[in-house]
């Protein structure tokens, strides 16, 4: 295969939407070139590649641009699937459906009013309801997390990595509340991943991509 025929993936380190779709390339074994981006300053050719200008995108060789995260995951685990993350979205199709709407949808708009607070004009007491409301959520992870060993039955799939980027950021808004939180199947499952080589390999510190550097950096 020629650099020309390796897709390209804009991506942004800390954005948990970029985070997942790199773990789904990362298992899937295919190969793409990293740009990373500071998001103050956006490359003209990433903004010509995507009119939305958001993290991630996925440019094919033959020009196809795919913007959304959950649609990357799917594509990469489509090339290649050897640890069977996509066995949960056949097994349980509605479930996963309900659950991965539920994530992006209720839950990160939460996460964001919590973590990001000021962002959205709310104080500090405003930031706290929305804690408490995404806590909802993470209870029904932390009661999934007691009959399987992760969310995608006994062995790790696309629900787990769909969702483990954004509740670690929740933790991150507050990590000394979060851990005093009686959630243990759910602290458990989190750290494992923070603590494990796959998480590593995809938080490599990558310098802002420009056209000097050619294609990207290969992954």
């Known amino acids: 295969m020629n650099d ?10 800390r954005c948990p939407y970029a985070m997942r779709t790199r773990l789904a390339i990362k298992s899937s074994g295919t190969q793409v070139y990293l ?31 795919i913007e959304e995260s959950i649609e990357i995951m799917y594509w990469a685990l489509t090339q290649n699937d050897p ?11 509605e479930h996963s459906r309900n659950f ?15 973590k990001y607070a000021s962002r959205y004009g709310l104080g500090a007491d405003e930031s706290v309801k929305y804690r408490k ?8 992870v932390n009661d999934l997390l007691k009959e399987t060993s992760f969310l995608s039955g006994e062995s790790q799939g696309f629900l787990d990595i769909a969702s483990l980027p954004f509740v670690r950021q929740f933790r991150i808004a507050n990590p000394e509340w979060f851990d005093q939180q009686d959630w243990p199947q759910l602290h458990n499952w989190l750290q ?7 998480f590593s390999l995809i938080m490599e510190k990558l310098k802002p991509w420009d056209s000097k550097q050619g294609q990207g950096v290969l992954f």
Not at 4 to 13: A, G, Q, S
Not at 100 to 114: E, M, P
Not at 133 to 140: I, N, T
């Open 35 to 65: 740009r990373e981006i500071v998001l103050r300053n956006k490359p003209d050719e990433f903004i010509c590649d995507s009119a939305k200008a958001t993290v991630p995108v996925l440019k094919l060789s033959n020009g196809k641009i």
């Open 83 to 93: 640890n069977n993350w996509c066995g949960v979205l056949n097994a349980r199709q």
């Open 133 to 140: 409301e995404g806590s909802k959520f993470l209870s029904r």
């Open 4 to 13: 020309n025929e390796i897709p390209v993936l804009w991506t942004f380190r």
């Open 192 to 198: 494992t991943f923070l603590a494990s080589n796959q």
């Open 100 to 114: 991965l709407a539920k994530l992006d949808g209720q839950f990160k708009n939460n996460l964001d009013r919590y």
